[in-house]
């Protein structure tokens, strides 16, 4: 039987919904079919019992990238000028559905925002915003589809049996992990000490964005394969 994924994505500014296509082809590639679920597409009120069905229906879920998390969900004010792209319904919908994979046990790949939010969901905190907290400039556009930093990775980690236990990653957070959820393990951290990937169970964080790397670093693509199983 096809397994089934369901893939979280948000609206842009422009008044589209936006998914990049890597995602599809990663999980297509993978075996997967492939279900999107745009935030919009729950009642905020209504979040919680939304999640549930959406995930019982699913055998695995990914979450992608996208603007900010809005801090007051991890209890700190918005530093002004550091936070773009703040959804509400997104927050609330992919936080339950964070919870609710993790309680039905489905598989969850949390890609760039996605961490993010897992790490929050979870109770963890972000920096709003790495360079002006003092690491190097992790927004590197220059080389959206290309290596742009080296992280490592403990042996044993899925992530160092996927890649290794050094390599080179892309790179386009401007947030990142300031304290990391109790019960996850960092299995990736950049040179300048960035948590860039973490683990706990069926749940794979990934910093950096896999979907943008399928050609470069054909690796990339186990990823996917881990997450439809
Ligand atoms: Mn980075």
Redesign the pocket.
């Known amino acids: 039987m096809v397994a089934t994924v369901g893939v979280t994505f948000g609206h842009m500014e422009n008044g589209y919904s936006g998914l990049h296509r890597g995602y599809i082809e990663g999980l297509a590639a993978a075996g997967a079919a492939v279900q999107v679920w745009p935030g919009e597409n729950v009642n905020i009120s209504g979040v919680g019992s939304a999640a549930k069905e959406m995930v019982a229906g699913v055998d695995a879920v990914v979450l992608t990238g996208g603007g900010d998390v809005n801090p007051a969900r991890y209890g700190e004010e918005s530093v002004s000028g550091r936070n773009y792209g703040i959804d509400d319904v997104r927050d609330a919908f992919e936080i339950a559905v964070v919870h609710e994979a993790m309680s039905q046990g489905k598989r969850i790949l949390a890609i760039c925002r996605g961490l993010q939010v897992a790490n929050v969901a979870l109770g963890g905190t972000l920096y709003q915003d790495?360079e002006t907290a003092g690491f190097a400039d992790?927004s590197?556009r220059d080389v959206e589809y290309d290596f742009?930093?080296e992280?490592t990775s403990p042996a044993g980690s899925l992530v160092a049996r996927i890649f290794g236990e050094a390599f080179p990653?892309?790179?386009?957070?401007h947030q990142?992990v300031k304290v990391l959820a109790n019960g996850l393990v960092p299995t990736a951290t950049?040179s300048d000490g960035?948590v860039?990937a973490f683990e706990a169970g069926g749940l794979v964080g990934i910093?950096?964005h896999p979907e943008r790397l399928l050609a470069r670093d054909p690796r990339s693509s186990a990823l996917f394969e881990w997450v439809v199983g």
């Not at 990653?169 to 957070?173: D, E, G, I, P, T």
Request: aromatic share 6%; hydrophobic share 45%.
């Open positions: 790495v992790h590197r742009a930093h992280v990653v892309n790179s386009l957070h990142a950049s960035l860039e910093q950096w």
